[in-house]
T-cell receptor, first 114, second 115 residues
Framework: AQKVTQAQTEISVVEKEDVTLDCVYE???????LFWYKQPPSGELVFLIR??????QNEISGRYSWNFQKSTSSFNFTITASQVVDSAVYFC???????????FGTGTRLQVFP | DAGVIQSPRHEVTEMGQEVTLRCKPI?????LFWYRQTMMRGLELLIY????????DSGMPEDRFSAKMPNASFSTLKIQPSEPRDSAVYFC?????????????FGPGTRLTVL
């Protein structure tokens, strides 16, 4: 069965610190997709990244980077030099080709203080 | 390009009233999803349409909830009669293809309060 675990409920950092948000997933499918979404205080859900199960290359986008490791079933998200605007709830999600559903983790609330 | 559009953004109603939430997906997207977000249960998929046809409605809480997609550019989620426990943020999302393969893009949500 599909499952996404975000063990960190809340993280607080001071601006300019690096922070890593953990995501561990469970799936029996060999073809699946992993996602990260950001939900700022305004409430909308913003798509950040999609990664398929066959592509384990790490990805960097500005201050954001993602580390996908199939060996540990993890898809962690790092924000470098955090800023106050990064304060939000971040959701990791998993979809399997066979089930046609997107399963979300419970989210990690990140607070970045000035 | 316009993203997913939802209306209203906020709805306050009294218990027993009918509530209709509206969604316009991204043009050209074939799949549409309705989610509900609460503190207790997080993000839950309510129903999923592909090419205007309901594919999976197993997440719809009970008969008080119904959803329609009369055409490719419009969907409604109706609650009749509404109850206080229906208070939540309701999101609509769309994707180019099905949920298992493609990215879902979310609307801004409708915050529903049932008094």
């Amino acid at each position: 069965a599909q499952k996404v675990t975000q063990a960190q409920t809340e993280i607080s950092v001071v601006e300019k610190e690096d922070v890593t948000l953990d995501c561990v997933y469970e799936t029996r499918d060999t073809t699946y997709y992993l996602f990260w979404y950001k939900q700022p205080p305004s409430g909308e859900l913003v798509f950040l990244i999609r990664r398929n199960s066959f592509d384990e290359q790490n990805e960097i986008s500005g201050r954001y980077s993602w580390n996908f490791q199939k060996s540990t079933s993890s898809f962690n998200f790092t924000i470098t030099a955090s800023q106050v605007v990064d304060s939000a709830v971040y959701f990791c999600a998993l979809s399997e080709r066979n089930t046609d559903k997107l399963i979300f983790g419970t989210g990690t609330r990140l607070q970045v203080f000035p | 390009d316009a993203g997913v559009i939802q209306s209203p953004r906020h709805e306050v109603t009294e218990m027993g009233q009918e509530v209709t939430l509206r969604c316009k997906p991204i043009s050209g997207h074939n799949s549409l999803f309705w989610y509900r977000q609460t503190m207790m249960r997080g993000l839950e998929l309510l129903i999923y349409f592909n090419n205007n046809v309901p594919i999976d409605d197993s997440g719809m809480p009970e008969d008080r909830f119904s959803a329609k997609m009369p055409n490719a550019s419009f969907s409604t989620l109706k609650i009749q009669p509404s109850e206080p426990r229906d208070s939540a943020v309701y999101f609509c999302a769309s994707s180019l293809e099905g949920a298992g393969t493609d990215t879902q893009y979310f609307g801004p949500g409708t915050r529903l309060t049932v008094l």
